[in-house]
């Protein structure tokens, strides 16, 4: 059989410690059998970050905006123990906020649900996919620990030089912390239309949710533009489409989100989509069933795995243990990249080849052949705990079978 060909390349993006192992474990097992890859690769690693001062990173954020679609794989983000553990000169930026800055677009995070794997949450049905703002807020924000008594002052002055707004944030009489963050309309304005649309496209309910009781102006701005995107540009389409626009307090969504059924694009600032899609993920199952794409208005594409590098397990396995990690995410961030590839250059043999991978997991998973973390979750099929390379040899198989 002749293997798919790749007219155009996509940006990979490799990573660090057990995803990056699994990373070349489906290039090898899963992609090169049957498809022809055609990628630009940039090793996102942490010693390579660190070796071009996070150069390589801001090219590939870059090189997404020529080929329009990415994947990458789950990286480390520095602390000073890692720092130490590998050795590096500095700590670097979370590459994942490097690359969203750049982008600044909307990370749609959503668990893959299968038939055998119950959610924690009973009564959630449907997916519930968390649309992450990427852009600022705490994630870009000035920090400084103050050591001695003084005043913190928040100034904005125009282009002139004027000074337009002044306040003094805190007097302090000794020790303690200070924080300024920020946004501005042209990216929460991005951020709506990208939901509006993405929810659209998946022909599902839009909910978004901010506290602009307390924060008045900086979340009251956000919900503003949500309802004016809405307003102006969606509500028509919303309507033909039977679907709903609902603002609600953040507290609320919480709670509601809790003993909801599923099957909506819930919208949040930075913090809060970072935080909620966690537990959303936790509520589906497990961190590795969750997928994630990075969406930006003007029509790019970066895939990955919600989960890290699952730096527990990388430790047996350098120690020449066998673990038993879920590769489904990673796998499903590749046949989404795929997907679109083929989508934007219409080849529909590439398509059609995620599909299969895709189901290939889904089927092996739906017998019963799952990774340990996946065995609490399972219902109405007896399950068999295989390790990474027994599971690997399952899907493959499977896709086998499909591909003749
Ligand atoms: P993690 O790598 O997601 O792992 C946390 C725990 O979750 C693991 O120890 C494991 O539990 C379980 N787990 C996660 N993914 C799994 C998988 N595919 N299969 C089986 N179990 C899985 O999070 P972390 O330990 O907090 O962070 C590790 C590193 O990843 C950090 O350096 C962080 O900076 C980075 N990180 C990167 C990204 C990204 O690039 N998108 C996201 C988050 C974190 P058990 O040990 O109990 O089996
Ligand atoms: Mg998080």
Known sequence: MDKIKMTTPLVEMDGDEMTRVIWQMIKDDLISPYVELNTEYYDLSVTSRDNTNDQ???????????????????????????KEEYNLKQLLPSPNGTIRGILDGTIFRA???????????????????????????????????????????????NKEGKELFHATVCEYEGPGVLQSIYNKDKSITNFARTCFRYALDTKQDLWFSTKDTICKIYDGTFRAIFQKVYEEEFKEEFEKAGLTYFYTL????????????????????????????????????SLAMMTSVLVTPDGNY????????????????????????????????????????????GCQA?????????????????????????????????PKAVNTDEFFLEIKTRLNQMMV
């Open 111 to 157: 668990p893959i649900v299968m038939d055998k794997i119950k959610p924690v949450m009973k009564n959630w049905k449907k997916p519930i996919t968390v649309a992450r703002h990427s852009y600022a807020d705490i994630f870009n924000g000035t920090e400084y620990h103050v050591e001695e008594p003084g005043t913190a002052e928040l100034t904005f002055r």
């Open 350 to 382: 590439l398509q059609d080849f995620a599909g299969k991978l895709e189901k290939a997991c889904i089927d092996t998973i739906d017998q019963g052949i799952v990774t340990k973390d996946l065995v609490p979750m399972l219902e109405g099929v007896e």
């Open 250 to 285: 953040m507290d609320d969504a919480v709670a509601r989100t809790v003993r909801a059924e599923g099957g909506y694009v819930w919208a949040l600032k930075n913090y809060d989509g970072d935080v909620m899609s966690d537990m959303v993920s936790s509520g589906f199952g």
């Open 56 to 82: 390589v990173t801001v090219d590939a954020a870059n090189a997404i905006k020529k080929y329009h679609v990415g994947v990458k794989c789950a990286t480390i983000t520095a602390n000073p123990q890692r």
């Open 302 to 345: 970066e895939y990955e795995a919600a989960h890290g590098t699952v730096p527990r397990h990388y430790y047996r396995y350098l120690k020449g243990e066998k673990t038993s990690t879920n590769p489904v995410a990673t796998i499903f961030a590749w046949t989404g990249a795929l997907k679109k590839r083929g989508e934007l250059d």
